[in-house]
Nanobody
Framework: VQLQASGGGLVQAGDSLRLSCAASGRTFSPRYLAWFRQTPGKEREFVAAIKWSGGTTYYADSVKGRFTISRDNVKNTVYLQMNNLRPEDTAVYYC???????????????????WGQGTQVTVSS
């Protein structure tokens, strides 16, 4: 399974961005897809997750109400719509796929099997 993230960029506070993560590979059959983010010197932080079958979504408190995760099962793509961006949202954003994770672990990076390469999001004040 390969995950290709895209859509990052440099924006101003209050602006919006949409990240995409396209999955490929014959064995792609995830249970959850998620977005994490990381800044230098800090651990990778959970942002949002979506259950591939059914579309139930989960968010970190810091992004709830501003970010929306969605998926296209036909295109094997997960999106992260980010609105009202803040300087503290600046990070490298990673998408991840988990095949056998349980619900209580979806916020833990260790629960995910495959990772995209990351896309930089920079929000200026």
């Amino acid at each position: 399974v390969q995950l290709q993230a895209s859509g990052g960029g440099l924006v101003q506070a209050g602006d919006s961005l949409r990240l995409s993560c396209a999955a490929s590979g014959r064995t792609f059959s995830p249970r959850y897809l998620a977005w994490f983010r990381q800044t230098p010197g800090k651990e990778r932080e959970f942002v949002a997750a979506i259950k591939w079958s059914g579309g139930t979504t989960y968010y970190a408190d810091s992004v709830k109400g501003r970010f929306t995760i969605s998926r296209d099962n036909v295109k094997n793509t997960v999106y992260l719509q980010m609105n009202n961006l803040r300087p503290e949202d600046t990070a490298v954003y990673y998408c991840a796929s988990a095949g056998r994770i349980i619900l209580s672990n979806i916020r833990e990076p260790s629960g995910y099997d495959y990772w995209g390469q990351g896309t930089q999001v920079t929000v200026s004040s």
